[in-house]
């Protein structure tokens, strides 16, 4: 298409002083130094798996500028596209970016058979990551699918495997910029030469997802991975691998609470009112030590909470999730949703003794730093290591097909003011231990508390326990240093303009 | 009382040749030889503990008779009461046994200061039993606080301790006859000579009991008590003691569910429909290995179970529990009659693996025997080893207080066709691992299916998955060689007169 088309344009081009245009640098080139990037790119901007030259139709035009930009500077080295980059103008780099983000992508899924146990370690890193190395699932940031997120996480799904084992080489060795956070530098870094394939492979063959995903199974780390164990430390329970589930019906349970647990606007929706994640909170769907792991959670109920007076069952407690983090309404007690993701969380706890304190519970609580926590400090740190994701509005991010990538943090499709993440000291944990993902333990306690106070002092849907008035529900269920519910911030009570709790999925929201 | 009458009816019985009243023996005697019961006995009867003469008045007449006998015939060796008892016609014994049985009685609880530890020793045998010697509670055949069941099962409370004593330390010597199976004698020689003190102690200062029993929390037995372990024999898993139970909220509801569990017509009385306890199929409150004990139950759920063909949690499970083997009604989900239960159970597992196949769930299964199950065996082995306890006509008995003391085994006091305990090969297994107390293991596999096949050959209340017909609800559910639902035995289908299910206690039933 692009061939018709720049052959109808040259001669306009030749006569025009304009500058060209993004279609005609792109089938051409911009009549400098630079060529057709048809003649690497393919004719459709397809990618050229022989070449290790990647598609480039249907990518955020902001992210293919960017690159053009790090091709120019030497910040992303490359012999073909360094000079290519350099002799495009800002204007003519804006165009060809444009032109190709436009273009519908038709890059083909290879077609080359991967061997299976390839194929398993790819799809592992890429659904599940490894995070015994800190490594989180690819599709983690770059959406469902590898279909990319925004700017800065763009697609992996077919594109040539050559061109992604190129690109992780290249930040292994430092030749590539080490990108934004330094994230993929670091990440690529963990990954073996067999890892790297693997991972390539499978994103180029398009993500395919079978239902019953074969995952290799890695168990959580040691204690202390990468340190000397304190004497006396406790070793960590490790859930069983996901292909230990049984193939029966009690494994079909197990298996659609998983499917619960990591999509549940998509497989609970009547249930959510956002489309946040179990696996936001409780990551490596559930598995991963100090991040409120769902094997430690399940062999400490029944047990008495303070947050509603009473012995809660496990199911209660689930309940509770729904009406809080998720912003939407707890499904009845025996809703097979329930009874799906009780039977999940049983199935990870196979072997771990009954008992309230399983090392490797909630999340560990950093010290109390000694400069009292400060809003201020809070947004510097959100800028710099929590925005790139969360976006700066706080908002989250969606993948290009609409699913969940980040979390919102605040604001109407974010947990209401009833979720434990409200609580600041609860969010501070959680950060500390656990976030920017894939560098945990970054932050130090001040950052935390500082980042975790500034993420709750923005509003969000209103407490379901709501009793009237913003200071008697403070006081009622609030009373505490670690909530902002009801205190004034930037000259605005909050919990007083609150959206109402319990949003609804739409159905389209909910794919 | 007896010593005003006694001078009034003085010349009365000397006057006249007709053989003496019950209350005349007891006040002067016979007149032969056989002198004033008082006189040893007190004057109403109510024993002297520094003579070691038992209380008499309100004991049942069936039992005090049969004692006059045993001394009679010197099966029960005593060198006052053999020739007292010798000297009585069996007219005059009647009288006599009569008399005392229709005395109120006044007998004080001894008023002596017990050491904590031996007042600890003592309720645990007597509430609690040691199980690990396969000690059954006292008041599991003598009644709640021992207030006696029937003539076999003696009264225990405010009986002198020096008489009780000299009655067990008579079954360890042999001097006493052993009773009925030889129960006692087997029981009494289990106990050291501590016990003895303890028990003895504890039931003459009246059985009291304590809102929070500080049980010692004797462990179960390790693997083969007695028996050489065989290579690769597993441990098996001992719950916590009840004194760990903690003084928290959550302790309390611990215990609300210990108390259910105990005494469920007592204490969730709008849930069942017959005056079984939980603890009737699961002995020792729910902690004997090999007794469906709840540690293991509580570990092996959520799971699917063929009964109603899905995945059930544990709290839906102990749902089944009140709609079949409690004839009663199940209480909802989240129902504080639940969340005690799993909370209990919880507890018990404290320490317990996660997991389906804890060694010692459930009831380890008897060889099916090389001779077809017979109604008629059955029919003798329950002679021999059931009817005692359960009664001749499987309807169990009361305590003295109106307590259920031994279940019903078929009629509409019993479970009802849906129960697992209809099923005649789970029968078998509970019995021959559990039956009769105190004597596991004494019937052989043979024995167990006959006596099991006899039990479940009789009617009871009507399966509540009632279909409209008994054939079509035994298709539905029934359809096993070890269901007698649907089938003919004596002339009657199993089920088609059947009670309706799901029976209601009255309130006064209820205590």
Chains 1, 2 share one sequence.
């Not at 763009?154 to 430092?174: D, E, I, K, N, V």
């Not at 489309?275 to 409120?292: K, V």
């Not at 094997?295 to 809080?324: G, I, M």
């Amino acid at each position: 298409m692009i061939g018709a088309w720049a052959t109808a344009l040259l001669g306009v081009a030749a006569c025009e002083a304009a500058a060209p245009t993004g279609a005609q640098i792109a089938a051409i080139g911009n009549g400098r130094a630079v060529p057709a990037c048809t003649t690497c790119h393919g004719p459709s901007g397809a990618g050229n798996a022989a070449l290790g030259s990647p598609r480039l139709a249907g990518l955020p035009a902001a992210y293919l500028e960017a690159q053009l930009q790090a091709f120019a500077s030497g910040r992303r080295a490359n012999a073909v596209m360094q000079p290519v980059a350099r002799a495009l103008s800002p204007r003519e780099s804006e165009a060809v970016a444009t032109f190709y983000s436009r273009e519908a992508d038709t890059a083909p899924a290879a077609n080359v058979g991967i061997e299976p146990s390839t194929f398993n370690l790819g799809e592992q890193l890429a659904n599940g990551g490894r995070w015994t190395q800190q490594l989180p699932a690819c599709v983690q940031c770059h959406g469902r699918g590898g279909l990319g997120v925004g700017a800065n996480f763009p697609p992996l799904t077919r594109q040539p495997s050559s061109y992604l084992q190129a690109q992780l080489h290249a930040w292994q060795s430092g030749m590539r910029d080490p990108g934004p956070m330094g994230l993929m530098a670091a990440i690529a870094r963990r990954l073996s030469e067999r890892d790297v394939q693997a991972v390539a492979a499978y994103f180029s063959a398009g993500a395919p997802i079978r239902a019953d995903r074969p995952f290799s199974g890695v168990p959580n780390p040691p204690p202390d991975v990468g340190a000397v164990s304190p004497p006396g430390s406790r070793r960590i329970f490790s859930p069983p691998p996901e292909s230990a589930i049984p193939h029966n019906e009690f494994g079909e349970v197990v298996r659609r609470g998983r499917d619960i647990f990591d999509e549940p606007a998509r497989n609970a929706s009547a249930y959510v009112g956002n489309r946040l994640r179990c696996s936001s909170c409780h990551l490596d769907s559930g598995r991963l030590a100090n991040s409120s792991p769902m094997w430690a959670a399940y062999v400490a109920y029944p047990s008495y909470r303070a947050k509603n007076r009473h012995v809660n069952t496990f199911a209660e407690r689930l309940q509770d999730c729904f009406t809080y983090s998720m912003n939407g309404k707890a499904p009845p007690l025996g809703d097979p949703v329930l009874v799906a993701l009780e039977s999940y969380a049983y199935w990870l706890a196979t072997g771990a003794p009954i008992g309230p304190n399983l090392p490797g519970r909630g999340y560990p609580k950093p010290l109390r730093p000694a400069v009292p926590a400060d809003y201020s400090r809070g947004q510097r740190v959100y800028g710099r290591s929590c925005a790139l994701c969360h976006g700066g509005d706080g908002a989250g991010q969606d993948a290009t097909d609409g699913s969940m990538a980040f979390p919102a943090l605040w604001g109407d499709r974010s947990f209401n003011w009833g979720a434990g993440m409200g609580d600041i000291g609860n969010a501070a944990a959680f950060i500390q231990a656990n976030m920017p993902l894939s560098q945990a333990g970054s932050l130090t306690d001040q950052d935390a508390w500082d980042v975790a106070t500034f993420i709750d002092s923005h509003d969000r849907p209103q407490d379901p326990r709501f009793s009237g008035s913003v200071a008697s529900t403070r006081a009622q269920f609030h009373d505490s240093p670690d909530s902002m519910y009801g205190r004034r911030v930037a000259g605005k009570v909050l919990g007083e303009s609150s959206p109402a709790p319990g949003g609804r999925l739409s159905p389209k929201a909910a794919e």
